[in-house]
């Protein structure tokens, strides 16, 4: 009878627990149903002595949602965004300048070393790889992995990053956490909306909470050198400026890594659908490529733009972080759409121009009709139908995608699902005859990306005559 009593118990208590639980997730998806959507600007920002920092609210509704946040770092001239580390994988876009960048992969050997001159006793010193990156390059950073950033450009270097919470590798919280390693990231005071934004999201070092003493015996070095650890007297804030340029030891010629990395990824694409046991491990992982390379183009349309889409086919390491992106350019008042993305979210930046953007749900409702402009974003959900029409000035953007393969349905054109679909079926449907469908169905040769059309009557079948 305690037996039964007990299985009762607590098959009831499972019961409950799947009902509590349900009901969450159906709370969790109503507050997700994204019927209305913004185009977003950041709402706060931080200063430091080599730059500052743009933030988009993490809490907003919609990168909830979609699982991400975002923020904008501008690196001043020899300013160095200190080391870090984060909860979440990184999707970094370089809008302007150019740098270098090192990530520390755990387990993985120093290669680059100091020439053998050295003066006095000091050691050669020895470090991970250190990579080179110019506009347009994407970076991606895995959960976990220490990384720092240094502009040796004669400009701004301007880069968006996105933080995927939803990853699994993050096992913390859906804010983005970020862990600094050495110096004083959070320097003096901001204000109380700010400061508030650094904590949660922006982070301190890590060593400030040991005790200097034990500090100083991990590394076996003086007391004085452990209060330095923790950051008393040093620079402060996450983005400092280096006096004289900083000398590490990188690759020489930017196109020389290039041209290896591109023989790598054509390497890559050879035996990626057969494993020979020659795959990338994590010590040599491609972590970046160009996104503004035309040679790259998988649609191409003189009149109307050009398309690069990043997947895991193209970086490996995608595949294993399920993210992807891709890099969009439309001419002046040219038409891409109407299409959907079958399994991601989409989250537009645009670089360049303006462009009117409409987005409809399933219920055939405008969710989105209005005008992105630079420096904006807007979260695009997974199926919902969008229309792209540029400005005059032309739109250039780049959209990062929560799946490692997100896959592109276009409505009109080549390949689309018009083109798939019976004439008989689009005859009944809008009671036209089999002619006007077949002529709808074929009225448009172009694929996804149009040109602009001069306005003009229209034939008998609805096609305009230009």
């Given amino acids: 009878m305690a037996f039964k009593l007990s299985l009762i118990f607590f098959t009831s208590f499972l019961l409950l627990h799947s009902c509590i639980a349900r009901r969450n ?30 933030f988009w609210n993490p809490n907003n509704k919609e990168f909830r949602c979609a699982g ?12 160095l965004f ?26 993985c050997p120093e290669t680059f070393q100091s020439p053998q001159e050295q003066s006095g006793d000091r050691p050669r010193d020895r470090h991970q790889r250190v990579h080179n990156f110019k506009k347009g390059d994407l970076l991606v950073i895995p959960a976990g992995v220490a ?62 909470g040991f005790d200097a003493e034990t500090l100083a015996q991990a590394f076996k070095m003086n007391r004085d050198m452990g209060s330095k650890l923790k950051g008393k007297n040093v620079k402060e804030g996450h983005i400092i400026t280096v006096e004289k340029e900083l000398q590490v030891e990188r690759p020489e010629r930017q196109q020389q890594e290039e041209h290896s990395q591109q023989g790598e990824g054509q390497g890559q694409e050879q035996r990626k659908e057969h494993g020979n046991g020659l795959e990338e491990t994590s010590c040599s992982v491609r972590m970046r490529v160009n996104l503004d390379n035309l040679d790259r183009a998988d649609i191409f ?3 109307a733009g050009h398309l690069i889409s990043l997947n895991s086919h193209h970086l490996p390491i995608l595949r294993d972080v399920q993210l992807s ?142």
């Fill in 147 to 208: 990384h720092w950033m240094y502009n040796n450009g004669d400009q701004d270097l301007r880069v968006v990053v996105m933080f995927d919470t939803n990853n699994r590798a993050n096992q913390l919280d859906s804010i983005p956490q970020r862990f600094f390693i050495l110096g004083n990231p959070q320097g003096k005071q901001q204000g109380q909306q700010e400061q508030q934004l650094i904590q949660q999201f922006q982070g301190n070092s890590i060593l400030k």
């Fill in 325 to 466: 992106a891709e890099r969009g350019h439309l001419r002046k008042n040219a038409i891409m759409g109407p299409f959907w993305v079958l399994n991601a979210h989409s989250i537009m930046y645009p670089t360049d121009g303006e462009a009117r953007i409409q987005v409809v749900n399933n219920q055939g409702k405008q969710v989105f009709d209005g005008r992105v402009e630079k420096g904006q974003l807007i979260l695009v959900p997974q199926n919902f139908a969008v229309l792209i029409q540029a400005g005059n000035q032309g739109f250039r953007w780049v959209a990062f995608k929560t799946n490692d393969n997100a896959m592109i349905t276009p409505i009109a054109g080549r390949a689309s699902v018009f083109r798939g679909l019976p004439a008989s079926i689009l005859a009944n449907i809008l009671q036209i005859s089999e002619e006007e469908a077949s002529n709808l169905k074929y009225s448009n040769a172009e694929t996804i990306m149009f040109s602009p059309q001069q306005r003009s009557p229209a034939d008998k079948f609805g096609r305009m005559l230009i």
């Fill in 301 to 303: 349309n003189p009149q």
């Fill in 25 to 54: 997730d159906l709370q969790e998806q109503q507050e997700c149903n994204f019927d209305r959507l913004s185009a977003l600007q950041p709402t706060s920002s931080v200063e430091a002595e080599g730059g500052r920092t743009e």
């Fill in 68 to 79: 991400v946040a975002f923020l904008k770092h501008t690196i001043r001239r020899r300013g």
């Fill in 82 to 107: 200190v080391p870090s580390y984060t909860n979440s994988v990184l999707m970094v876009f370089v809008e302007e300048g150019r740098g270098f960048y090192g990530a520390v992969v755990p387990g």
